[in-house]
């Protein structure tokens, strides 16, 4: 079946620096991906919608300065955290759905836990 | 995107089963329900959706009155590893890569032996 996968795992960063979150989608081609952020015992929040080849949309109150995102192909969107703070410690979700109609719904990376120091 | 309304969370014992219900006023006529589990550390993963009546999968049963504006999850025999939060979502049908899944509060159930 469609599968998303997100690396690294987990990461864990100095403060100050920046990181680099990748989701591909394994075996179809998303023209969209969409990000999300989660803190302990919260639910999902949209962060972004990943364009393949255009900017990504971001959602009101996320800074794009800050959480850059790229859909450079298909299968690929990266989301980077520039100048992480501990505040941006969280749990970033990514997720894509196959339009080829094979499955129902979206499908979600395993996420990435960022915690920073 | 319809606002959803859950249980905040629901206790349940191995073997029996468990109903969670969503409620759904707003919803649109062309809006779907869909329905997500999430374990701890992971991304959600797909259940179940449906559009009316009744929905039925080899992993949940999705249960929609007339009127659309609220549906039931039902879980058969649950067992511990069936404890997560499971998300109730209303909205267009994916027929669009841009239709965004927006997340409510979700329904923490746990499962005890």
């Known amino acids: 079946g469609a599968v998303v996968s997100q690396h690294p795992s987990r990461v864990i960063c100095k403060s100050g620096t920046s990181v680099k979150i990748e989701c591909r989608s394994l075996d179809f081609q998303a023209t969209t991906m969409f990000w999300y952020r989660q803190f302990p015992k919260q639910s999902l929040m949209l962060m972004a919608t990943s364009n393949e080849g255009s900017k990504a949309t971001y959602e009101q109150g996320v800074e794009k300065d800050k959480f850059l995102i790229n859909h450079a192909s298909l299968t690929l969107s990266t989301l980077t955290v520039t100048s992480a703070h501990p505040e941006d410690s969280s749990f970033y979700i990514c997720?894509?759905?196959?339009?080829?109609?094979?499955?129902?719904?979206?499908?979600f990376g395993q996420g990435t836990r960022l915690t920073v120091v | 995107l319809a606002k959803t309304t859950q249980p905040i969370s629901m206790d349940s014992y191995e073997g029996q089963e468990v109903n969670i219900t969503c409620s759904h006023n707003?919803?649109?006529?062309?809006?779907?329900i869909t329905w997500y589990q999430q374990f701890p550390s992971q991304g959600p993963r797909f259940i179940i959706q449906g559009y009316k009546t009744k929905v039925t999968n080899e992993v949940a049963s999705l249960f929609i009155p007339a009127d659309r504006k609220s549906s039931t999850l039902s879980l058969p025999r649950v067992s511990l590893s069936d404890t997560a939060v499971y998300y109730c979502?209303?909205?267009?049908?994916?027929?669009?890569?841009?239709?965004?899944?927006?997340f409510g509060s979700g329904t923490r159930l746990l499962v005890r032996p």
């Open positions: 997720s894509a759905r196959d339009l080829a109609g094979r499955a129902l719904g979206a499908f």
């Open positions: 707003n919803i649109a006529t062309n809006d779907y």
């Open positions: 979502l209303v909205g267009d049908a994916p027929v669009d890569s841009s239709y965004k899944l927006i």
